[in-house]
């Protein structure tokens, strides 16, 4: 990629052919732009930038709509821009799924005071972050799929319209619901998370719309619904397939007029509410054997946000036990253990976390108390081993070679790729950590 502007904490990577008066109106505003082709390897983000992404498609050509195709579809973690004018070809399905993938665009002239207050509320809405694991706050994870995932989260969260967060138990759907909650205009109002799977079903309608006094048998007093005490934020209804039927029929109404009514009055109130709901078993089932409202269903499921499971996050897993481990440490103020073996991390990676992340957080806390040296080992995360075949098979010389890649990528990843950090960890210089990574055929940009 070739660029210019000076090195930056946060800037505009413009990828096309800005003129004079555009860059410079970026630059002023405080957002420099480092001009890039599509055509190139990568975003070139370096290590704590903040960077927004202009896809420049303001020429009639195929060549370069591809290559920007690529590059969008290569970067879903940055936010995208799309720059479109009379000459773009929006009916070509390729500029469609730029389009698509952005989060917004302007049309030529561009009109760079409303770009730099698009920018402005990027920035404000603290959904531009340097690259980094924790790229939006709690939840960890350097996989395609988890880039895609934020991507998504990142789209939806400005939509004020009801998602349904579908996975596994633990895969952190919580989590997701609580960034999409940040991530939107209603960030400064409430967040309530409720599990409809904890509430008593007689007390359910009560727990979220309210009671009027003398409702039933001892409701002394008027109390004030979940969603009346969300207004103005979210509702995150967590287990919605256990809702009963009669609260599904108040939440459909809800969700279709924005009324409900307090239990023991007729009087409707009206809420600003949104709702976000979870589900870990298949409420396409439920529908069919008829446990829960097809028009209900059809009401939440607006969009929808797939949790992956752990076991397809690939190197998530040493990611996130290394961050649980640290926050252990944190908590617990405890200078050991401080990292995980090789065969503790080859156990880690070959288990198939049917509890997810909770089990993998449950497991590194416990690892962390029994553990007795500086390294977690694989009998104290409980986890079957796994044997080191290759190393085995291939005699010592190779085993020794494998080792010293496993440690020096090990060490990276736990450094977040610091490499002055890796070498002090690992005692070595710095010019040795890049000497062993191109011994190692690691390639550090494509790693981060
Ligand atoms: N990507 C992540 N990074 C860091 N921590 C995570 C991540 N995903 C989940 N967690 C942690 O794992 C635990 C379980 O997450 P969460 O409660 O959001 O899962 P869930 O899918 O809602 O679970 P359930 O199906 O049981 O309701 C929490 O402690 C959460 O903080």
Same mark, same amino acid.
């Given at each position: 990629m070739h660029t210019s502007g000076a090195a930056t904490r946060r800037c505009v990577v413009w990828f096309g052919q800005p003129d004079r008066a555009e860059q410079d109106a970026l630059a002023l505003a405080g957002w420099p732009v480092r001009v890039a082709d599509a055509g190139s390897d990568g975003v070139g983000i370096r290590n704590g930038d903040i960077v927004v992404a202009l896809a420049?498609?303001?020429?009639?050509?195929r060549g370069v709509h591809e290559a920007m195709e690529r590059m969008v579809a290569e970067h879903p973690g940055v936010p995208w821009i799309a720059l479109v004018s #009379?000459?773009? #070809?929006?009916?070509e399905p390729t500029v469609k799924r730029v389009l698509r993938d952005c989060i917004d665009f302007f049309t030529s002239p561009i009109d760079t005071e409303r770009l730099q207050q698009a920018l402005a509320r990027l920035s404000g809405s603290g959904r531009l972050r340097g690259g980094g694991p924790a790229d939006i706050a709690g939840m960890v994870g350097e996989s395609r799929v988890m880039h895609q995932l934020r991507a998504t989260i990142r789209k939806y969260a400005p939509v004020d319209l009801p998602v349904l967060i579908t996975g596994e138990t633990g895969t952190g759907k919580e989590v997701a619901a609580s960034a999409l909650h940040r991530l939107s205009a209603r960030a400064e109002r409430p967040f309530v998370p409720i599990n409809c799977g904890a509430l008593p079903p007689n007390l359910v309608q009560s727990e979220l719309f309210g009671h009027e006094r003398g409702?039933? +048998?001892?409701?002394n007093a008027r109390r004030v619904g979940h969603i009346e005490s969300a207004s103005g934020g979210t509702v995150f209804l967590d287990?919605?397939?256990?809702?009963p039927l009669d609260a599904q029929t108040s939440l459909l109404r809800f969700l279709q007029e924005g009324t409900f009514e307090r239990l023991g009055s007729s009087q409707p109130i009206r809420a600003d509410v949104r709702v976000l709901a979870a589900t870990h078993v298949d409420l396409e089932k439920a529908v069919a054997e008829g446990r829960f409202r097809e028009d209900l269903y059809y009401r939440l499921n607006v969009l929808r946000l797939p949790m992956p499971p752990l076991r397809e996050r690939g190197g998530d897993v040493e990611l996130l036990a290394q961050f649980f481990l640290e926050q252990f440490r944190q908590q617990?103020? +405890?200078?050991? #253990?401080v990292s995980f073996s090789a065969s503790a991390r080859r156990a880690m990676r070959a288990f198939?976390? #049917?509890?997810n992340v909770r089990e993998l957080l449950n497991r590194v806390q416990r690892a962390a108390v029994v553990a007795e040296g500086p390294l977690i080992d694989t009998a104290d995360l409980d986890l079957p081993a796994q044997p080191a075949e290759r190393s085995v098979a291939a005699g010592l010389g190779e085993a020794r070679i494998l080792a010293e890649r496993d440690a020096i990528l090990a060490c990276l990843r736990e450094t977040r790729f610091n490499i002055s950090e890796c070498a002090r960890r690992l005692r070595i210089s710095r010019v040795t950590v890049y000497r062993l990574c191109k011994k190692h055929r690691l390639a550090l940009d494509e790693l981060r």
């Open positions: 420049d498609l303001r020429v009639d050509d #009379p000459e773009t #070809p929006a009916r409702a039933f +048998t001892g409701a287990e919605i397939g256990d809702l617990h103020r +405890t200078g050991q #253990p198939a976390w #049917p509890g």
